[in-house]
T-cell receptor
Framework: EAQVTQNPRYLITVTGKKLTVTCSQN?????MSWYRQDPGLGLRQIYY???????DKGDVPEGYKVSRKEKRNFPLILESPSPNQTSLYFC????????????FGPGTRLTVT | DAKTTQPPSMDCAEGRAANLPCNHS???????VYWYRQIHSQGPQYIIHGLKNNETNEMASLIITEDRKSSTLILPHATLRDTAVYYCIVRGNTGTASKLTFGTGTRLQVTL
């Protein structure tokens, strides 16, 4: 089954404790992206990657890092989480062409206290 | 990317057609109209997209006006499982993937 998986699905952590949210897709997609969703602000893009070893900032990259060492994986790293990073996070992937509709993971709900 | 305007909420009786409108008066010639939906807090799900011709797939139909300034997503026989927030997104289709700019969408409530 074609899918995007994220782990963990739920995470409660404390300020400053480094964490990684994993994202994996099994569709051989070149494009992968991370979004965060906050009430009243919709989904906003954090980082994206057009292919292996190619990453770039989205609209709200501050406080986050990503890497793309393999095509299927695109982890999101919070080196020093803060309470304002409490949010619902979605990973997405798509083919670059021809249709490139995006497939989203189930989401990771992160709480930073 | 062009901005879209959608009603904040709509109701629909189960079994009836749900018609969700979207205004995108500043759309440019190479921009497509995409529709996604998000059920509760799940990941958004692609529904359909189009450029200027009407499109239909197993989930829905997309009707785009001739001047392309507005469109309507039609769910022909809405069910309770179609209750979700529906997002209309306008985006260029230059041949490379890019971010989706989500607005606030339309919250569709399907009732018995």
């Amino acid at each position: 089954e074609a899918q995007v998986t994220q782990n963990p699905r739920y995470l409660i952590t404390v300020t400053g404790k480094k964490l990684t949210v994993t994202c994996s897709q099994n569709m051989n997609h070149e494009y992968m992206s991370w979004y965060r969703q906050d009430p009243g602000l919709g989904l906003r893009q954090i980082y994206y990657s057009m292919n292996v070893e190619v990453t770039d900032k989205g609209d709200v990259p501050e406080g986050y890092k990503v890497s793309r060492k393999e095509k299927r994986n695109f982890p999101l790293i919070l080196e020093s989480p803060s309470p304002n990073q409490t949010s619902l996070y979605f990973c997405a992937s798509s083919a670059v062409r021809p249709r490139h509709e995006q497939y989203f993971g189930p989401g990771t709900r992160l709480t930073v206290t | 990317d062009a901005k879209t305007t959608q009603p904040p909420s709509m109701d629909c009786a189960e079994g009836r057609a749900a018609n969700l409108p979207c205004n995108h008066s500043t759309i440019s010639g190479n921009e497509y109209v995409y529709w996604y939906r998000q059920i509760h807090s799940q990941g958004p799900q692609y529904i359909i997209h189009g450029l200027k011709n009407n499109e239909t797939n197993e989930m829905a139909s997309l009707i785009i006006t001739e001047d392309r300034k507005s469109s309507t997503l039609i769910l022909p026989h809405a069910t309770l499982r179609d209750t979700a927030v529906y997002y209309c997104i306008v985006r260029g289709n230059t041949g490379t993937a890019s971010k989706l700019t989500f607005g606030t969408g339309t919250r569709l409530q399907v009732t018995l």
